[in-house]
């Protein structure tokens, strides 16, 4: 059911997360955190079905329809998770930093163009082409607007889980060739960089007084793995083009 493998994962008695519930009625926002764990990714959320559906994006999201950015779909996250920011303690999963990078509102868009355009749809459409691995939408943020598009990989490589995706922004006048996300290194709810909340002793870190357990440092190592797989991928495809 949403949110049992999310509460599995944490100890709310360590970490400032919150538990959360399934939400009755569902908006539509989406956020993006910017996450220091084992390695710096991006957590792309849309807010329906009464939570956050999230995918980890190594290389985070991009403006240039160029990039097809490696997702890799998790578990669902409260909506209160929405502006969470701040340090989750050591021993903890995904213990490190998070920055609320971008926040807004995003629309389902019609899972069929009309004219070479994507028009606005309905929540039953995005329930289906989610289900189907092929989630066309509308973002708009502070930092990301415009027509995206989530597809789910198909062809499972040895070890994958099934949950890997890509996310792809279409061409449209919000497109942006050459994008850095490195340029926007700042909160949007704070101003402040991954930097500066690192070392901030105002944020949301709370350290419990008991010794911690031994279940050791769980700091979401598949992603690492798949980060990894992709590197290795580029690596070997840029040697055979140089031949």
Same mark, same amino acid.
């Given at each position: 059911?949403?949110? %049992? ?26 956020? #993006? ?15 329906? %079905? ?23 779909? #998790? ?9 969470? %920011? ?20 995003? %629309? ?136």
């Amino acid at each position: 059911m949403p949110l %049992e493998e999310y509460k599995r994962k944490r100890r709310f008695d360590e970490t400032p997360e919150p538990a959360g519930k399934v939400e009755l009625k569902s908006g539509h926002r989406f956020v #993006v955190q910017k996450h220091e764990a084992t390695r710096l990714h991006y957590d792309f959320r849309l807010e329906t %079905e009464g939570v956050l559906k999230s995918w980890a994006v190594p290389k985070g999201p991009s403006l240039d329809p160029a990039d097809k950015r490696l997702a890799m779909q #998790v578990e669902d996250h409260p909506v209160s998770y929405f502006d969470f %920011e701040g340090i989750i303690p050591e021993n903890n999963y995904g213990a490190g930093t998070v920055m609320v990078w971008d926040i807004g509102t995003w %629309e389902p868009l019609s899972p069929i163009a009309v004219q070479g355009k994507y028009h606005p749809g309905t929540d039953a459409e995005a329930s289906a082409m989610l289900a189907k691995g092929d989630l066309k939408f509308r973002l708009h943020g502070k930092k990301l607007n415009g027509d995206f598009a989530l597809v789910k990989l198909k062809g499972r490589r040895p070890g994958s889980k099934g949950n890997e995706w890509l996310l792809i922004k279409k061409n449209d006048e919000y497109a942006v060739k050459g994008y850095d996300i490195d340029e926007y290194d700042w909160s949007v709810l704070t101003r402040r960089s991954l930097a500066e909340i690192a070392g901030d002793a105002g944020t949301k870190e709370w350290k419990s007084s008991r010794p911690a357990s031994g279940r050791g440092k769980l700091k979401a190592a598949w992603l690492a793995d798949a980060v990894a797989k992709l590197d290795k991928k580029k690596a070997l495809t840029a040697g055979k083009k140089k031949h």
